[in-house]
């Protein structure tokens, strides 16, 4: 398809183990951002790349998770050792190029997270 | 980023005009207005946005006050499929270099009534 496509959709680990997200932006977009997103709560900004540089990871929780996007297009978001507080909805979105003005960003439908 | 104000819930009738306000009373002379909105289990979704002139598009309208300290979303004839969160956000459009995601608050949750 043409959005940005998350995988899996949802993913139940147990405390302790490590998780990996995928996101798939939509091709030729330069932008990426990785959202956090709480039960009943708007999302929150965890990091931002520009092609493969990480421009961005004022929002990143902790030294558990970390984010790559090595070829400038797929990116993953590893969080290891989770903890039952890393449940929640992670949204990864694309724009074109966030310097050009008012590009909106298309955000994937999310992978759902459940901490045993 | 400007914080922004919206009611937490509104109810609309289908085929209705659903008018959603927002407060941005501190919002500075290079902050754009966005909506976006999020229907259940789905990421968010752009809607539209300003900087001080009134704009339209296939989806909505936005109107901006001339003192830009508060806005209204416009969704001309509301449907079944526009119940959401809809969520109103000022900032800059670039702020080079990074920072640039989105501030959401927790946004409007509007509910067409059939």
């Known amino acids: 398809g043409a959005g940005v496509s998350q995988s899996p959709r949802y993913k139940v680990a147990k405390r302790g183990q490590d998780v990996a997200l995928r996101c798939d932006p939509i091709?030729?977009?330069?932008?990426l951002f990785w959202y956090q997103q709480a039960l009943g709560q708007g999302p929150e900004f965890l990091t931002y790349?520009?092609?493969?540089?990480?421009?961005?990871k004022s929002g990143l929780p902790s030294d558990r998770f970390f984010a790559e996007r090595p070829e400038g297009s797929v990116s993953t978001l590893k969080i290891q050792r989770t903890q039952q507080e890393d449940s929640a909805v992670y949204l990864c979105?694309?724009?074109?190029?966030?310097?050009?003005?008012?590009?909106?960003?298309?955000f994937g439908d999310g992978t759902r997270l459940s901490i045993l | 980023d400007a914080k922004t104000t919206q009611p937490p819930s509104m109810d609309c009738a289908e085929g209705r005009a659903a008018n959603l306000p927002c407060n941005h009373s501190?919002?500075?002379?290079?902050?754009?207005v966005y909506w976006y909105r999020q229907i259940h289990s789905q990421g968010p979704q752009y809607i539209i946005h300003?900087?001080?002139n009134n704009e339209t598009n296939e989806m909505a309208s936005l109107i901006i006050t001339e003192d830009r300290k508060s806005s209204t979303l416009i969704l001309p004839h509301a449907t079944l499929r526009d119940t959401a969160v809809y969520y109103c956000?000022?900032?800059?459009?670039?702020?080079?270099?990074?920072?640039?995601?989105?501030?959401f608050g927790k946004g409007t949750h509007l509910i067409i009534q059939p």
């Open positions: 501190t919002i500075s002379g290079n902050e754009y």
């Open positions: 300003g900087l001080k």
């Open positions: 790349f520009q092609n493969e540089a990480q421009l961005d």
């Open positions: 979105a694309s724009s074109l190029y966030a310097g050009l003005i008012n590009q909106p960003q298309h």
């Open positions: 091709s030729g977009h330069v932008s």
């Open positions: 956000i000022v900032r800059v459009p670039y702020s080079g270099g990074g920072a640039d995601g989105l501030t």
